[in-house]
């Protein structure tokens, strides 16, 4: 069996499509599965690529829940023996001591792959995520915040985030010690493996600014011992591809050969412009359906060539539950593209993708195309009519405000 150079897991899948978007755009070869796969099915994918990752559900889950789901998952990657094992987490650090800990990823990680320092890495510049002096930063629509400030994030649902020094945020969530390694004191790649190695901590962030500190400590990550674990973004992600380039990237995207459907769980305001966008260009617009009696104007809509957006905020409060609103969004994709009304479908929501693709059955995901910045097009890997289909899985704060619509006609920004 081959040893990869990569192995991941990430905490949703719109992050681990964004994680394996950056090795993919960098000539790395991969495979995204939806769930842990057999060791066969892991090998085979060693054996055939550079990078193997497994997208999870982890963000959403608190603390017993998410060891059941992220330490087999860790495990099975580890023993394919990768260079370098990292979780993918959000770019916005999105975790607390009760709901996608990862304090407690940092624990399950050291634990399989033995007690030395964690480097941890959540800027990605090319997002508008930077990280300085440990401290994290993120740009919303166009202005740069601080973390504890950034008008979505200080303001989540589920995780709102009220410290933007990174090494406080994820101290409170794990008994380990966590430090820092400023930016003014980045030398050369070498230097700072050396730093990291040597740290008395068991977690070290890093600093971020631009893609010269990407490829430093990408660089630098490559120096350590493997298998070197590792916590961070798809800026992570890229500054460990970008220390070792390789084939061409995947080519652009082509104008849908019929209708887009958009199913929506996400609640961002950036979603929101999204859809208002699109109804603009002439859209169904409408909330996302209870039954196929509600579906059935949009199904109409599909069958007449008009792209689709169902939304779960235009409409009222779900039932409450994030289950409820991903098993009616799955159920209406599944039928539309069973019955041939469309092949491109967007699904909107970081938690909301991550179930919407697992209740699908959709084994694993390929980059079909990367039409811009960080927006890829994925080939489903399934059993039946979804085989093939294109599926593009934006978290809520990712995309120009006219994405749906570029989507559809394979339009540059």
């Given at each position: 069996?081959s ?10 899948v ?9 090795f ?31 997208a ?20 099975a ?20 001591p ?17 007690a ?5 890495l959540f800027?990605?510049p ?20 601080r973390?504890d400030?950034?008008?979505?994030m200080s303001?989540?649902?589920s995780t709102?985030?009220s410290e ?8 409170a ?6 430090t ?13 493996a ?22 430093l400590i ?5 120096g ?7 916590v ?8 460990i ?10 080519a ?10 958009v ?48 939304a ?6 779900d039932?409450g ?8 969004a ?26 919407v693709v697992r ?11 990367n ?21 593009l899985?934006?978290?809520g ?17």
């Amino acid at each position: 069996m081959s040893e990869p150079a990569v192995g991941f897991y990430g905490d949703d899948v719109t992050g681990s499509v964004d994680a394996l978007l950056q090795f993919t755009r960098r000539g790395w070869r991969g495979r995204l599965f939806t769930s842990l796969p057999s060791p066969s099915a892991l090998a085979d994918a060693a054996d055939d690529g550079d990078v193997v990752g497994i997208a999870g559900i982890a963000r959403s889950l608190g603390p017993a829940a998410l060891e059941a789901e992220v330490r087999p998952a860790l495990g099975a990657l580890a023993a394919l023996r990768p260079a370098v094992l990292q979780y993918k987490a959000c770019s916005t650090v999105d975790s607390s001591p009760e709901v996608g800990s990862l304090g407690r990823v940092l624990e399950i990680g050291r634990d399989l792959t033995g007690a030395r320092p964690v480097p941890l890495l959540f800027a990605q510049p090319d997002f508008g995520r930077y990280t300085v002096f440990g401290h994290h930063f993120a740009a919303d629509n166009g202005v740069v915040y601080r973390l504890d400030r950034q008008p979505t994030m200080s303001r989540h649902p589920s995780t709102p985030m009220s410290e933007s020094d990174i090494a406080r945020h994820l101290g409170a969530q794990t008994a380990l010690a966590l430090t820092g390694i400023p930016l003014t004191s980045y030398t050369d790649a070498a230097d700072l493996a050396r730093r990291i190695e040597a740290c008395v901590a068991d977690a070290v962030v890093l600093d971020a600014l631009d893609a010269h500190h990407l490829r430093l400590i990408g660089e630098a990550i490559g120096g350590l011992a493997p298998t070197a674990f590792v916590v961070g973004s798809g800026g992570l992600s890229a500054a460990i591809a970008d220390a070792a380039p390789r084939r061409p990237a995947p080519a652009a995207v082509a104008a849908a050969t019929g209708p887009v459907l958009v199913v929506s769980g996400s609640r961002s305001p950036r979603t929101r412009r999204q859809t208002a966008v699109a109804a603009d260009a002439g859209w169904f617009v409408a909330p996302l359906p209870r039954d196929d009696r509600e579906a059935a104007p949009a199904r109409d809509a599909l069958r007449a060539g008009r792209s689709v957006v169902l939304a779960s905020d235009l409409g009222p409060d779900d039932d409450g539950a994030l289950d409820g609103l991903t098993r009616r969004a799955a159920r209406i994709v599944r039928t539309a593209v069973a019955a041939g009304e469309t092949r491109r479908v967007i699904v909107c929501g970081g938690d909301s993708s991550s179930r919407v693709v697992r209740l699908l059955g959709i084994r694993a995901l390929s980059i079909a195309a990367n039409p811009w910045g960080n927006v890829a097009l994925l080939h489903a890997h399934a059993d039946g009519p979804l085989d093939g289909a294109e599926l593009l899985l934006k978290g809520g704060q990712v995309g120009d405000d006219d994405l749906f619509e570029r989507v559809r006609t394979g339009g540059a920004p």
